[in-house]
C-alpha cells in the first residue's frame, strides 16, 4: 500500500512518525524541522498548493514557499509572527489551486512538537471556506437537535397527562379493590417513565451545552417542602419512613438555581427510596452554616437500603451503567439519574459525595452556596417547654425527628414515657404521636393538667378520626412535619388564642359551584376533558378554548376570574394569547386576573422563558391533581388581595 505521506529523501528515520500524525488529518499539513527545512507532507497538502509529487514542492521551495517555510528566520517564535503579514495577524492566505483553478482561503496554525528526541514543527493549513461550512453544518445540528429533544419532551409529557390524570380521577371513582391495585400500578409505572425519559432528555441536553446556570431569588421553605410533601405519600405507598429535616434557621429566600438543585434532591430521594425495602428510612437533611457571609447549605439523603459495593462506586456516575443490574434486581431505571446529578451539581461549582455500606446503606451530599436575600421568617418564643410522648413504638423515630425541630426552634423540649407523669409540670404542650389519641386519655390529661394544651401528630388519613374529638384537643399536626406547619402550630401554642383545627375540603360536585369562572386555553381534546372534570368536581365553572385566538375572544367579552394557558396551540400560541389578554386587562382597566401555562413544555430553561415572557405561573404536565387544585386556590387568593388592595 502507497504511503500517503511525503517524505524528504534526506530523512528516512522520520518516515513513521510523521506517518502517525498525517494520516489521521485531511487538512494541508507539512513538516519542518527545528532548522526550519522542509520534512515532509501530506497528499492533500501537496494537491492544495497545486503539487503533483513531493520533489516539485521541494523544487518550489526557491519562490514563495522557500521563503515561507524554509528562509524565514525566526519565523516561527511568537513574537516575531508579525513577518507572516496576513497570517501574522490569523487572516487567511489565499493559494491557487491547480486542480480548478480557484483561489481558496486558507489560515495557518503552527504546533511545536518534541517525540522521542525528535524536535519538528507542525503546519496546518485549514480551508476557511471548509471550516466555516463545518461551523454551519454543526450550528444546524444542535438547532436540530434541540428542537428534537423539546418536541420529544412535549410529545411524551401531552399522552402522559392523560394517563395519569384519568388514572387518578379512576381511583376516586367508587372502584373496587382489585381495580384500585390495578390503577395504582398504572399510575407507579407511567410516573416511573416520565422520571427516567426526564433525567435521559435532561442529560442529552447538558450534553450538547444547552442547558445554563440559571440563579434566580426563590422561597426556601416554599421550594423544599413541596419537594416533601411530593415524595412522601410515594414513600408511605412503599412502607417506607421517609423523613424531612429542613433547618429553620435558613433565610426565607436565597439565591440560586433552584430547578437544579431540586431536580438533583429528587433525584437522590427517588433513588434513596427505589433501593430501600419496606420498612426501611430515608432521612432527608438540609441545614446551613454561614460562610463569609452568605449561607452555606449542605444537602444529604441517607438511607438503609441495599448499600454500594466499593467496585461499582467507580463506575456510579457513568451514564447507563447501572442499568444492566437495575434490570437484574428488578429495578427500572436507565442509571442516569446520578450521572444528570452529577453533571447539574459540577455546573453549579459543587459535587456529589457518595458514602455507603453493603447491607446498611448509602449516603449522598453535597454543599451549595447561595446569596442570602431575606431573613429567617421564623421567630421562636424564649423560655417555652414542651414535651413528647410517643404513643406506639413505630413512631419512635418520628419523634426523634420532632424534638430535633423543636429544639431548632429554640424550644426546651424532653421525652416523656407517660401522659400522667409529673414531668407535664410547667409545660405548655405535649405532642402525642399516633394514628388515634382516644377521648378518655385526653380528657384524663386535661383534667390533671387543665392549661396543657394537646397537639397530636398523625398520618393525615387520620384527620377525620381526630376532628370528632375536635372540642377535647388543641390543635393537629401532620406528618411530614416541616418548618412552616410545626411553627404554625408552635404560634397558636405560644398565644393560646384560637384553635386551628384543619377543615377537611370535600370534593365538590359538578353541579355545586363555588363562584370562580376559569378559562382553559387547551388544544387537545382528551387534556381538555380531563383539566375541566378535575375543576368541574372541585366547583369551578369551566369554559373552554381550543386555541389562544378562542381564547383571547372568549375574555373579551367574558368574565373570568383565572386563566389556564397551554402553550403549544394552532391559531394562535399561549404566550401571544397571554399578551393580549393583559393587554385587554391594561386598556379596559380590568382588575388582575392570573394567567397559568399549563403546558408540556417542561425542559430545562422553559419555565424561566414562559413566565419571562409575561405568564404568571407555570404548571408541567403531567400535572398533579391536587397540586394544581393547590396552586389555583393560590392565585385566586392572591388576586382578590391584590385587587382588594387597589
Excluded at 489560515?107 to 466555516?132: G, S
Excluded at 409529557?157 to 390524570?165: E, F, L
Excluded at 388519613?461 to 388543641?474: A, G, R, Y
Aim: proline fraction near 4%; charged fraction near 25%.
Amino acid at each position: 500500500m502507497q504511503s500517503l505521506v511525503k517524505i524528504n529523501a534526506r530523512y528516512p528515520q522520520h518516515q513513521s512518525l510523521i506517518e502517525s500524525f498525517a494520516q489521521v488529518q485531511s487538512d494541508p499539513l507539512f513538516f519542518v524541522s527545528e532548522d526550519e527545512e522542509l520534512l515532509g507532507s501530506n497528499e492533500v497538502a501537496l494537491s492544495a498548493l497545486g503539487h503533483s509529487s513531493f520533489e516539485t514542492l521541494e523544487k518550489a521551495c526557491s519562490s514563495r514557499l522557500s521563503e515561507l517555510f524554509l528562509k524565514a528566520k525566526g519565523f516561527f517564535k511568537p513574537e516575531n509572527k508579525h513577518w507572516l503579514g496576513p497570517l501574522g495577524e490569523g487572516k487567511p492566505l489565499v493559494l491557487l489551486s491547480n486542480n480548478n483553478r480557484r483561489a481558496i482561503p486558507y489560515r495557518l496554525r503552527v504546533q511545536f512538537t518534541e517525540i522521542e528526541d525528535t524536535r519538528f514543527y507542525i503546519l496546518l493549513l485549514q480551508n476557511v471556506e471548509a471550516v466555516e461550512k463545518a461551523k454551519k453544518a454543526q450550528g444546524y445540528f444542535e438547532t436540530f437537535k434541540q428542537q428534537f429533544l423539546t418536541n420529544i419532551s412535549h410529545e411524551f409529557r401531552t399522552p402522559m397527562n392523560a394517563i395519569i390524570g384519568f388514572s387518578g380521577l379512576l381511583e376516586t371513582s367508587g372502584i373496587n379493590t382489585t381495580q384500585n391495585e390495578y390503577v395504582h400500578n398504572i399510575q407507579n409505572s407511567a410516573t416511573s417513565m416520565l422520571e427516567n425519559i426526564e433525567n435521559l432528555l435532561e442529560l442529552m441536553q447538558i450534553e450538547s451545552g444547552a442547558i445554563k446556570l440559571n440563579k434566580q431569588p426563590f422561597k426556601v421553605y416554599e421550594a423544599f417542602e413541596e419537594i416533601a410533601n411530593k415524595f412522601y405519600a410515594l414513600s408511605q405507598e412503599k412502607g417506607i419512613n421517609l423523613f424531612f429535616v429542613i433547618d429553620p434557621k435558613l433565610p426565607a429566600s436565597m439565591l440560586g438555581d433552584i430547578d437544579k438543585v431540586s431536580r438533583v434532591l429528587q433525584n437522590l430521594i427517588s433513588n434513596a427510596l427505589k433501593f430501600t425495602s419496606k420498612g426501611g428510612q430515608v432521612l432527608v437533611e438540609i441545614s446551613q452554616k454561614e460562610g463569609g457571609g452568605k449561607p452555606v447549605v449542605h444537602y444529604s439523603v441517607t438511607d438503609t437500603g441495599e448499600g454500594i459495593e466499593k467496585d461499582k462506586l467507580q463506575t456510579l456516575l457513568r451514564p447507563f451503567a447501572s442499568a444492566r443490574e437495575n434490570q437484574m434486581r428488578g429495578k427500572d431505571g436507565f442509571g442516569v439519574g446520578l450521572t444528570l446529578s452529577f453533571k447539574l451539581l459540577k455546573m453549579m461549582s459543587s459535587q456529589l459525595n457518595v458514602a455507603s455500606e453493603v447491607g446498611r446503606g448509602s449516603r449522598f451530599s453535597f454543599i451549595l452556596r447561595h446569596n442570602k436575600l431575606a431573613q429567617i421568617p421564623f421567630v421562636p418564643k424564649r423560655a417555652s417547654k414542651m414535651a413528647i410522648f410517643v404513643e406506639e413504638s413505630k413512631m419512635a423515630l418520628h419523634g426523634k425527628i420532632l424534638k430535633k425541630y423543636l429544639r431548632l426552634f429554640n424550644v426546651d423540649t424532653k421525652e416523656v414515657v407517660s401522659t400522667t407523669s409529673s414531668e407535664l409540670h410547667g409545660v405548655d404542650a405535649v405532642f402525642i404521636l399516633g394514628d388515634y389519641t382516644g377521648k378518655k386519655r385526653i380528657e384524663d390529661i386535661k383534667k390533671k393538667y387543665p392549661d396543657l394544651w394537646i397537639v397530636p401528630v398523625t398520618s393525615s388519613e387520620n384527620e377525620s378520626d381526630f376532628l370528632q374529638i375536635s372540642s377535647k384537643i388543641d390543635t393537629l399536626l401532620f406528618f411530614p412535619v416541616l418548618p412552616t406547619t410545626l411553627y404554625e402550630v408552635l404560634t397558636v401554642v405560644w398565644k393560646k388564642e384560637s384553635k386551628v383545627l384543619p377543615k377537611k375540603v370535600d370534593v365538590k360536585k359538578e353541579d355545586e359551584p363555588i363562584g370562580y369562572h376559569i378559562l382553559v386555553a387547551e388544544d387537545n381534546p382528551i387534556n381538555q376533558r380531563l383539566i375541566t372534570t378535575i375543576l368541574k368536581q372541585a366547583g369551578y365553572t369551566v369554559t373552554t378554548a381550543e386555541n389562544g385566538k378562542i381564547a383571547v375572544d372568549l375574555y373579551t367579552d367574558g368574565k373570568y376570574d383565572l386563566v389556564l394557558m397551554d402553550i403549544d396551540m394552532p391559531v394562535m400560541d399561549g404566550i401571544t394569547a397571554n399578551r393580549l389578554i393583559k393587554e385587554i386587562d391594561a386598556n379596559d382597566k380590568r382588575p388582575f386576573t392570573p394567567v397559568i401555562a399549563l403546558t408540556a413544555r417542561a425542559m430545562a430553561g422553559d419555565r424561566e422563558r414562559i413566565i419571562g415572557a409575561g405568564l404568571d405561573a407555570h404548571l408541567a404536565k403531567p400535572v398533579d391533581r391536587a397540586f394544581l387544585l393547590q396552586t389555583i386556590d393560590q392565585y385566586l387568593k392572591m388576586k382578590e388581595h391584590r385587587n382588594f388592595k387597589k
